[in-house]
Structure formats: structure tokens, C-alpha cells
């Protein structure tokens, strides 16, 4: 098939209208509903929710296709993002969208686990050939330009290769999140605006950049230090749709325009994806509004959601009276360089990273215990090979006398090479000893903890359980006050409550030095 379709520049300028401001490709949140939001507050150009090609292409997912992919004629420039690692199934999924879009775009840069499961996003980073197939795959046979999403390498010279390897296969346009693929979650870091910077320098096509997007300001300083021709917001966009215009709006102002959106258009949206979306919009005020936060978890019908809304509404009003804002430009920072910025209005989501994460300590001991096994399976090896030794040195002993002392037509050197055998192997006995006798006290300080924990255990059992003090329940062992788990969270919240809507110091001082320390946030840790 002749491909006639427009290419670099000349798509990027005359299909996509030269864009500014892109909206990221994020499973279910860039979903038709919030589209029609961001594009009311600025962006220029949206990317679809990454859809998996082999499901989409399947025939049997007609509920799957109906439920992610929702569009009309207003929803453009859009751009329709896959992930795979199959060119038949690729080019099967992007032939079901190119007459509803303007590209699509291979998914390259996703860190997530189902991606290491799936095998596709980031984790084709080292299969070039693979990458090289499935875009000149689709390079060739849609109708529509191909577009790729891609992470970083350490190493920047093998970085500018990939671009390049990309360009030349058929990426129309090259968006670079500036971030190694280890970077995600609690590790997320920041990105590296100067691989951006040499990407640019490198290939002939249009080049987006994406990270470290927190604040409006962020935008035009992305492009001075960069050169790229356009700027993504992912994360930012969600926790503030209006990031692509200047100045602070309330949150449920976005909240109220959304949900009217997506009353309009009952398919534009889904109730898993409205929750997220409001839980996101709410999040600075949620530590506050503990019944709306339980409210809002259980709602499964609109009418709920704008209930919950308005009630937010109600109470934020209220709040943004009693305390008039001093600086409206924001130009005040915490301690740790971030602006302060009302609780009731959209701003970004500063990430903390967490010291102790539950989740990778489990992960931890799992990979301790089979580091375990393994050492004990070796420990039995290396006994097994000592016998071995034992065995073969006592038939070199044997030997030895035999030549010495029976056989006189030995000479000197044979025997002297003998008896340099058997001293090895009593140096290998020797060496092997000292490791049985380490694993053997590394065993016996391991059994002496365990036989110390359960006796812990054992004493701690056989004394009376306490009771919490509110509700009768045992008491937890980590609460100072001496109250179950719940009736804990449910004090410490009322408590947080009183403290941030209080302007008393002597009152904050008063609630921080009876706050109980397994619930109190992260952002008050240094302060108590």
C-alpha cells in the first residue's frame, strides 16, 4: 500500500494544529469525559487511554472496546494509544480506530508490572528489532501517521540511538518522558530534561516532552530548556485540568463540569473512572471531609456523585470565607520548596517517598526466605562434596602407600605430584569445613532470634488482653492511648480536622503532642 498520509512537520503542523499543550495517555483517566474537559481548559491535543492491541482486535470484545473507546467528531486532534508486542495484532487494533483519529501511537514507556506481565511498553526496551518491526508495520499499511511514547536509557549515547532507530522506521512524532524505566511510583524522581534537549538535537521530527510538569510555570520553562515542540501532562493534568491556563480554580468547579459532561454523554465515562477522577480532584481536602472520603468510595450512581459534590461545595465555600487568601500569586513554599496552596483549590500531587513501604518489605522477607532455601540447598551441596573429597583423598592415601612403598619403579616426580594432590584436596577440606562451620553459626544466631520471638510471643499472650477505652474492642499494641485501630483512625482524624481548620498555634501544639504516631501523615511527621 502507497503511503500518501502527511509526515513529521507537515503532520504535526497542518493535522495536529501545531499543539502546545497534550494531554497524556492514562488508563482509564483520559477517557472521552475528561477529553472534552481538558480541551475547555486549554489542551490542544489528547491522547486515548492505552488500549491492549490483542484484546481490542479480539472479535469476542466487543464489551471491552465499547466501554474504553468513545469519541465523536468534536474529540480532535486525537491520537489512539496501543501496546503489544505482536505487528498482526498492532496493525489488527489500529485498522478498528484510524478512521476516528488522526495517529496512533505505540505504548513504549510503560513501567508498570502488567507491563513486565504483558510483555510490552517499557519492558521492549531491549528487543529493537521487535519495536522496528511493529512500527514500520504500521508505518506502512494505516491510513493514519504513527507515533511513539518511549523512557530513557542510563546511557544517553544508546538513548539518541533508540530516537534515531524510531525515526527511521517511522515515528511521525517522538514523545520522551525523561525518566529511566525503574523510575515509577515511590521512586519516581525526577525526570532529565537533557535527554529531552538531545533527542531534539538529533532527529528530524517533532519531539514532546513529558515530566516534571507540576505548576503552569513548569510548561514554558520545559520548552526554553529543552527545544521540544510541545509540552504532556499526565499526572498533573489530573489533580488540575486547568494546569494549561495560569491561575488556581476551585476543585469543585472541575468536579461539577465534569460530572455535567458526563450526564450529557452517558457513554463518554465509566463509575470506576468518575470515582477516580473525583478522588484525585478532592485529594488535598479528603483528610478533612472523612465522611464525603467514605461516601465518595461507596458511590455507584451519578446522582450520588453529584450529590457528593455539592456537599464538598457546600463545605469548601465555607471554608475558603472564613480564610481569605494573603498571597494570591502562591509565592510562598513549605519547607521543602513546594507552593502553598489552599486545600480548596486544584493544585499538583507532591509525591512523598515513603520510608517504610509495606508492599516491598513483604516483597523483601519473600526474597530473603528464598535466599534461604537456596543457601540450605547449598550447605547440603557442599557437604556432598566434601564426602566426595573425603573419599577420593582416602583413595589417594591408599594409592600413595601402594606406589611408595611396593611399586620401586616410581620415580621421585610421580610421587612428589601425588602427594601435591592429596595437600590439595586437604586444602579444599579446609575450606569447606570453614564454610560449614559459618552457615552453622549463621543457623544457630538465626534459631536463637526465632526462639527469642516466640517466647516474646508466648509471654505477651498469657497476659491480659486491654481493652480500648471507647468501644471495648482489644486494644492495639501501637496506640499510645490505648484504643483499637478503628476508634484510633477515627480520633486522629477528628483530631487532624481541628488541627487544620484551627488558627490557634497553641491549639496545633496542643493536638500535635497527642497525636498517636501510627496515623499521622507524612506531612507532619517533622513537626512532632
Excluded at 489500529?94 to 513504549?108: F, H, T
Excluded at 515530566?211 to 520545559?222: S, V
Aim: hydrophobic fraction near 30%.
Amino acid at each position: 500500500m502507497e503511503n500518501m498520509k502527511l509526515e513529521g512537520y507537515d503532520f504535526f503542523n497542518k493535522i495536529l494544529k501545531k499543539p502546545k499543550y497534550i494531554v497524556a495517555p492514562m488508563v482509564e483517566h483520559s477517557e472521552h469525559a475528561w477529553r472534552i474537559l481538558t480541551r475547555r481548559y486549554g489542551a490542544d491535543l489528547c491522547f486515548t487511554p492505552m488500549f491492549n492491541a490483542k484484546l481490542f482486535a479480539d472479535p469476542r470484545s466487543e464489551l471491552y472496546r465499547k466501554e474504553q473507546w468513545n469519541t465523536n467528531e468534536k474529540d480532535r486532534p486525537l491520537i489512539v494509544q496501543l501496546c503489544g508486542n505482536d505487528p498482526e495484532y498492532m496493525l489488527k487494533a489500529g485498522k478498528l480506530v484510524e478512521d476516528k483519529c488522526d495517529a496512533v501511537d505505540v505504548n513504549l514507556g510503560c513501567p508498570q508490572h502488567i507491563a513486565r506481565r504483558g510483555h510490552y511498553g517499557s519492558y521492549l526496551m531491549e528487543e529493537w528489532d521487535l519495536i522496528e518491526s511493529i512500527v514500520k508495520t504500521l508505518h506502512k499499511n494505516l491510513k493514519v501517521p504513527v507515533t511513539c511514547k518511549i523512557r530513557v536509557y542510563p546511557d544517553m549515547e544508546k538513548t539518541l540511538r533508540y530516537a534515531k532507530m524510531l525515526e527511521n522506521a517511522g515515528c511521525q512524532m517522538l514523545t520522551v518522558h525523561a525518566r529511566f524505566r525503574e523510575q515509577k511510583g515511590h521512586n519516581t524522581g525526577l525526570a532529565n530534561w537533557e535527554y529531552i534537549k538531545k533527542i531534539k538535537e538529533t532527529v528530524k521530527i517533532p519531539v514532546v516532552a513529558n515530566g516534571n510538569i507540576l505548576y503552569h510555570e513548569d510548561i514554558q520553562r520545559c520548552l526554553d530548556e529543552t527545544g521540544a515542540d510541545a509540552v504532556m501532562s499526565g499526572e498533573g493534568v489530573l489533580y488540575n485540568p486547568g494546569i494549561f491556563r495560569p491561575g488556581y480554580l476551585p476543585v469543585w468547579h472541575y468536579a461539577e463540569e465534569y460530572l455535567n459532561i458526563c450526564k450529557e454523554l452517558p457513554e463518554s465515562s465509566t463509575l470506576g473512572s468518575i470515582r477516580a477522577h473525583l478522588f484525585k480532584l478532592f485529594k488535598p481536602c479528603l483528610h478533612l471531609h472523612i465522611d464525603l472520603r467514605a461516601r465518595l468510595a461507596k458511590a455507584d450512581v451519578l446522582d450520588e456523585f453529584f450529590s457528593i459534590v455539592n456537599e464538598f461545595k457546600e463545605r469548601l465555600i465555607k471554608t475558603a470565607e472564613e480564610n481569605p487568601i494573603d498571597d494570591p500569586e502562591f509565592n510562598k513554599k513549605d519547607e521543602k520548596g513546594h507552593r502553598i496552596i489552599p486545600h480548596w483549590l486544584a493544585q499538583p500531587y507532591i509525591r512523598e517517598k515513603l520510608v517504610h513501604d509495606k508492599r516491598k518489605m513483604e516483597k523483601q522477607q519473600k526474597e530473603n526466605e528464598i535466599q534461604k532455601e537456596d543457601e540450605n540447598q547449598n550447605l547440603t551441596h557442599t557437604i556432598d562434596n566434601k564426602n566426595s573429597i573425603d573419599n577420593a583423598n582416602n583413595n589417594n592415601n591408599n594409592n600413595d602407600k601402594t606406589e611408595d612403598y611396593k611399586d620401586n619403579n616410581n620415580t621421585d616426580e610421580q610421587v612428589a605430584k601425588k602427594r601435591k594432590i592429596t595437600d590439595n584436596n586437604t586444602n579444599d577440606i579446609n575450606h569447606l569445613n570453614e564454610k560449614i562451620e559459618e552457615k552453622k553459626e549463621t543457623s544457630k544466631k538465626e534459631d536463637i532470634k526465632k526462639n527469642k520471638y516466640k517466647n516474646k510471643v508466648k509471654q505477651t499472650r498469657t497476659e491480659p488482653r486491654i481493652r480500648c477505652l471507647k468501644c471495648n474492642n482489644i486494644s492495639s499494641n501501637h496506640c499510645l492511648h490505648k484504643y483499637c485501630k478503628l476508634c484510633c483512625r477515627e480520633v486522629m482524624d477528628s483530631d487532624l480536622k481541628e488541627y487544620f481548620t484551627s488558627k490557634s498555634e497553641e491549639i496545633k501544639k496542643n493536638i500535635l503532642s497527642k497525636l498517636c504516631p501510627i496515623h499521622i501523615p507524612h506531612s507532619l511527621k517533622d513537626k512532632v
